[in-house]
């Protein structure tokens, strides 16, 4: 399959034609209730375009993944911040706002790649990038309260991991089609997220 860059502007738009439909089917329908005749068909291709930029629906959505992790997730942390004082609310609010907005954008991409990584490794290994990304910050976010004299008692391997994972499910269930019924805005999603790691932290 020709790489993004290798190809043509209509070529490259159509590839984008496709790919949002997909991303947009996935959120609303996850992967496996999603066909390709679904995705070419709300992108206004046929199946025989399809073919010319991917080998078949989980070779889309694993373009769909890594293009997410390399030109989306990645370069978001390359000036994260750590929290100055217990008192820094802002970046707690900053931080899980940029989490909120990128995840939920790109929500059919996590919804789908979840539905395939219970069973095939390959996509278990990218979605654990993604994790591993989330770890890492909140890891580094406990030690920082450490050094302030907060949370002594916590490992912070494992409550990053805690909070990540809790981060990733709560936007997977709520923003998705799971059909729970929690009905929440971006403005208390971020706010209740927000609070969550910073008491965590910092006890209040």
Excluded at 13 to 42: C, Y
């Amino acid at each position: 399959m020709p790489a993004a860059e290798n190809l043509s502007a209509k070529g490259r738009q159509t590839r984008e034609a496709i790919a949002h439909a997909a991303r947009k089917l996935f959120a609303e329908r996850g992967f496996h209730g999603t066909t390709l005749s679904d995705i070419t068909a709300a992108a206004g291709k046929s199946p025989a375009v399809f073919y010319r930029y991917f080998t078949d629906k989980e070779d889309l959505l694993a373009a769909l993944a890594r293009s997410f992790l390399d030109d989306v997730v990645r370069p978001s942390g390359l000036s994260m911040s750590l929290p100055d004082s217990a008192d820094d609310d802002a970046f707690f609010t900053t931080v899980v706002t940029g989490y909120w907005t990128m995840f939920t954008q790109n929500i059919g991409i996590m919804i789908a790649m979840a539905q395939l990584a219970a069973t095939q490794p390959r996509f278990a290994a990218v979605q654990n990038e993604f994790r591993r990304f989330g770890i890492d910050i909140v890891a580094a976010s406990v030690r920082r309260a450490q050094e302030q004299g907060y949370g002594g008692e916590l490992d912070p391997e494992l409550t990053a991991a805690a909070i990540a994972l809790l981060f990733e499910n709560f936007t997977t269930v709520v923003v998705g089609s799971s059909g729970l019924g929690i009905d929440i805005d971006d403005e208390h999603a971020i706010a209740t997220l927000s609070r969550i790691w910073k008491k965590t932290l910092y006890g209040y």
